[in-house]
């Protein structure tokens, strides 16, 4: 159980297109998703967290006009880069959490945007 | 502020024991992770110690002192399949995971 998933895997897109990226819990009901960006070689940053129905809380230095975050259901949060440039170029990984319980925290397999 | 320590990288032979270390100083405690990432996945879930001790699962086992703000995750009878990075998380209470930079760890013949 608890299986996290993210869609697209990779993606490719042009200086100054917008690119969704959207995060699924498959079997259970997550109250609060997370964004990480990681850069090679470096450590998951965390860039917001979302909780059902409200707006997300976004790190500080993230924009959030850039990163829009809607996680409109229960089993669904979705993160759009928007007017990618290619120093947006990074792996996006999300994780879910099925209660109140922060420590429990399930990792999408994530997403390796490409700007050009 | 959170500050989390971590060997950037390691190399252990494979069959040896490794020890990845992890210090930590955080405005709040309320249990340390360990994390496997492998080049271009997403972490997968190693550990969790909340009290002070040893937490042993196969050929993994993480050890965590409060008191000293430390934790170590060993690894037994190395295999080529570990070599990933291993990532240190504390959870501080009502705060998302804060990550250290994790610790590449690369297994040689």
């Known amino acids: 159980g608890a299986v996290v998933s993210q869609h697209p895997s990779w993606v490719i897109c042009k200086s100054g297109t917008s690119v969704k990226i959207e995060c699924r819990s498959l079997?259970?009901?997550?109250?609060?998703m997370f964004w990480y960006r990681q850069f090679p070689k470096q450590s998951l940053m965390l860039m917001a967290t979302?909780?059902?129905?409200?707006?997300?809380?976004?790190e500080q230095g993230v924009e959030k006009d850039k990163f829009l975050i809607n996680h409109a259901s229960l089993t669904l949060s979705t993160l759009t880069v928007t007017s990618a440039h290619p120093e947006d170029s990074s792996f996006y990984i999300c994780?879910?959490?099925?209660?109140?319980?922060?420590?429990?925290?399930?990792f999408g397999p994530g997403t390796r945007l490409t700007v050009l | 502020g959170q500050n989390i320590d971590q060997p950037t990288e390691m190399t252990a032979t494979e069959g040896a024991i490794v020890q990845i270390n992890c210090t930590y100083q955080?405005?709040?405690?309320?249990?340390l992770f360990w994390y496997q990432q492998h080049a271009g996945e997403a972490p997968t879930f190693l550990s969790y110690?909340?009290?002070?001790g040893l937490e042993e699962k196969g050929r993994f086992s993480s050890f965590l002192s409060r008191s000293k703000g430390y934790s170590y995750l060993l690894l037994k009878e190395l295999q080529m399949k570990d070599s990933a990075s291993y990532l240190c998380?504390?959870?501080?209470?009502?705060?998302?995971?804060?990550f250290g930079k994790g610790t590449r760890l690369s297994v040689i013949a």
């Open positions: 955080t405005s709040g405690f309320n249990g």
């Open positions: 110690n909340v009290l002070d």
């Open positions: 079997d259970f009901q997550a109250t609060t």
């Open positions: 994780s879910a959490s099925p209660g109140s319980e922060w420590n429990e925290q399930f």
């Open positions: 998380a504390v959870w501080e209470g009502n705060t998302p995971l804060v």
């Open positions: 979302s909780n059902e129905g409200s707006k997300a809380t976004y």
